[in-house]
């Protein structure tokens, strides 16, 4: 006799068991109204839930699951909606980044645990992205993408309001005297109009942008608005394909290939994203054992022009962007840098998707050849004062400051600067370069959104709109300036940045790629000497992120987590 043959889908492990085992898994999903026929062997499909009324970018995610189990039924399927950690990100206090390590791991346990055959992904508010294609990724199942959508434009007395770049630029405005505080607040209904993600190219509509050009969703689902029949649709169309994709066992790592992250960095730079894909790519591959570095984003994408006048560096937003084309508009526009032949979600190469795909609007989407801003990718610096690796975003700086030699301001951590960025008497001028520590993965901890630091009064009043900012922490995808990002190591571990002071003088360089405190060997020795490491966190989460925390060059996240555990089922539970 030969061993007893292996059940065609994972699922059947649960649901196709004789005896008492059988009776348990299938006895208490049948108090659902399920009949008998649902465990016969069909596709059982997670839908994988961020909804919260703690996520607000995410509150259309119940209505959307409904259209997503609609496919699923319609195409032979078996839908089972659960919910994960969701991480608001306007909300949660110290930073949502802090939980993106954890909310991964809910999801790859979510999956492991369960009698799942395929996954769809429901992602939309900054780190349900990266958090849900991490765990998933750890897993492997065949899995589908679908972002809920960004909210409809922000328009206040007539103009349109950005989300996130509609607060910074506001805010100066009080701070500089030319707004009053109630318009201020007044403003505040004027921008999230609906449900949905931020409607500018902030992080949220970066990362739903990088799961259509990495192929893990059907095509368009970067720019549909949260709120358009046309997102419900998508959402129907994503529930039949995945019941198509478990019979095609196309599974995650068959997808997210070294040419489906080479085409994501390389739209990344096309649309203006935000910086945080860096962090969120480089640990995304880490999981599903794809080579990829820090400077693959210089290689690969520095050099690429934007085509997407968008906010927060242009002037429309997402729901323009849908209207013009969308994604797959600006990926048929630069086809000559992509590799085409790269598999995507719906069973068809990234080429075949985007072959035929029409721009209805030269002002939002410009042509390659005229483009909205020449050179616009990520640039990755190097120097004594970032050895592993820094980033700037070149086309939200000043140009006249992205070659230029200033005098260190410093602020020791995040309450410092509080205090002192608003007094008259800070010795600080435009030449002057901010530097602020502290503020990185192990030292905030979580790596907090707070490297665009604000300006001081003093120079806003003059018109002074942008100096140099350079700090361990992360950026909003909606902020902008000369801000270089992502310092590693940290000053919390005891990188560079931890010993600069007040007084000292800093280059930055991006053309030469090169951030340097020119500060002696000898000094900054000394200085290094009498640095003091910060105490580790007591317990908890806390203190198991801040022992185990990856620096930002290799994409903050845990080392224990790197790579994936697979789908292998668990022993039984009785
Ligand atoms: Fe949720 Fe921007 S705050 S998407």
């Given at each position: 006799m030969g061993s007893p043959k292996k059940p065609s889908r994972r699922s059947q492990e649960w649901f196709g068991r004789e005896g008492k085992q059988g009776f348990y898994y299938r006895s208490w999903l049948k108090s659902l109204g399920l009949p008998h026929e649902m465990f016969d062997g069909r596709p059982v499909i997670g839908i994988c839930n961020t909804w919260s009324e703690l996520t607000p970018c995410n509150a259309s995610f119940r209505e959307l699951a409904e259209h997503v189990k609609r496919g699923v039924y319609e195409a032979g399927g078996f839908p089972l909606e659960f919910p994960v950690m969701s991480l608001g990100e306007t909300q949660v206090r110290p930073t949502a980044m802090l939980w993106r390590n954890l909310a991964s791991m809910d999801v790859e346990e979510s999956i492991r645990a369960n009698p799942l055959d395929g996954v769809v992904l429901l992602m939309g508010c900054d780190k349900t992205t990266p958090s849900l294609l991490m765990g998933a990724a750890s897993v492997d199942l065949p899995t589908i993408g679908l972002s809920g959508g960004a909210s409809l434009s922000g328009n206040w007395r007539g103009c349109p309001v950005g989300s996130g770049t509609g607060v910074i630029q506001m805010s100066e405005m009080v701070r500089a005297g030319e707004l009053s505080q109630r318009d201020f607040v007044e403003a505040e209904a004027s921008m999230q109009r609906s449900k949905g993600s931020c409607m500018t190219m902030g992080t949220a509509s970066t990362m739903a942008s990088m799961v259509e050009a990495l192929g893990m969703s059907l095509p368009e689902n970067a720019a549909i608005p949260a709120v358009d029949a046309r997102r419900f649709r998508l959402a129907h169309l994503t529930g039949r394909r995945i019941v198509e994709m478990v019979k095609e066992d196309l599974r995650m790592s068959r997808i997210l290939t070294r040419d489906a992250f080479e085409n994501a960095i390389k739209t990344n730079a096309t649309i203006g994203g935000s910086t945080n894909a860096?962090?969120?790519?480089?640990?995304?591959?880490?999981?599903?054992?794809?080579?990829?570095?820090?400077?693959?984003?210089?290689?690969?994408?520095?050099?690429?022009?934007?085509?997407?006048?968008?906010?927060?560096?242009?002037?429309?937003?997402?729901?323009?962007?849908?209207?013009?084309?969308?994604?797959?508009?600006?990926?048929?526009?630069?086809?000559?840098?992509?590799?085409?032949?790269?598999?995507?979600?719906?069973?068809?190469?990234?080429?075949?998707?985007?072959?035929?795909?029409?721009?209805?609007?030269?002002?939002?989407?410009?042509p390659l050849a005229e483009p909205f801003k020449p050179e616009a990718g990520i640039a990755v610096l190097h120097g004594n004062l970032a050895p592993n690796g820094a980033v700037i975003k070149p086309s939200a700086a000043s140009p006249q400051l992205l070659q230029h030699r200033g005098r260190a301001v410093v602020f020791e951590n995040i309450e410092e600067l509080k205090a002192r960025i608003d007094d008259e008497a800070l010795d600080i001028d435009e030449t002057c370069v901010m530097v602020l520590k502290n503020c990185g993965p192990r030292g905030y901890p979580g790596m907090a959104e707070v490297g665009n630091m604000p300006l001081p009064p003093k120079l806003l009043k003059r018109g002074i709109t942008d100096i140099i900012r350079i700090s361990d922490a992360r950026m909003s995808g909606t902020a902008y300036g000369t801000v270089v990002l992502h310092v590693s190591p940290e000053a919390a571990a005891g990188g560079t940045l931890a010993l600069v002071r007040n007084g000292d003088f800093i280059e930055l360089d991006v053309p030469n790629r090169r951030l340097h405190l020119d500060v002696p060997e000898e000094e900054l020795a000394q200085r290094r000497a009498e640095w003091k490491a910060p105490a580790s966190p007591a317990r908890g989460w806390t203190k198991l992120y801040v022992d185990h925390v990856q620096q930002a060059h290799l994409g903050a996240d845990l080392d224990i987590l790197v790579g994936g555990s697979g789908d292998e089922v668990g022993r039984d539970s009785h």
């Open positions: 860096v962090i969120h790519l480089l640990a995304l591959a880490g999981r599903i054992g794809v080579p990829l570095s820090l400077d693959d984003w210089d290689r690969l994408g520095s050099r690429l022009p934007c085509l997407v006048n968008l906010k927060p560096s242009g002037e429309y937003l997402m729901e323009d962007f849908y209207y013009a084309g969308g994604l797959p508009a600006v990926l048929r526009e630069i086809s000559e840098h992509l590799a085409l032949d790269a598999l995507t979600a719906n069973g068809r190469t990234l080429g075949e998707n985007i072959a035929d795909a029409p721009c209805w609007n030269r002002d939002v989407i410009r």
